[in-house]
């Protein structure tokens, strides 16, 4: 369990917790790694990339590579 001592984060364990979220008119960010990416894709409406110009070692597919 994380602990993030911030009123305006909230963590979710379940794709089933996003619902209030799909239809909200308020602006709402994803942090997470290739799997987290890959299963929320279909979900957005506008992605802000942000390309770091530097090789690293990867764990697995990245999706947003493939944009």
Partial sequence: QMNIDDENVEIL?????????????????????ATIYKLLMPYANKMYITKINQDFEEENDDPIKRL
Avoid: H
């Avoid at 364990?13 to 790694?33: A, M, P, T």
């Fill in 13 to 33: 364990d379940d794709i089933s917790k996003l619902d209030k979220y799909i239809n909200s008119d308020e602006e709402c960010f994803v942090i997470g790694g």
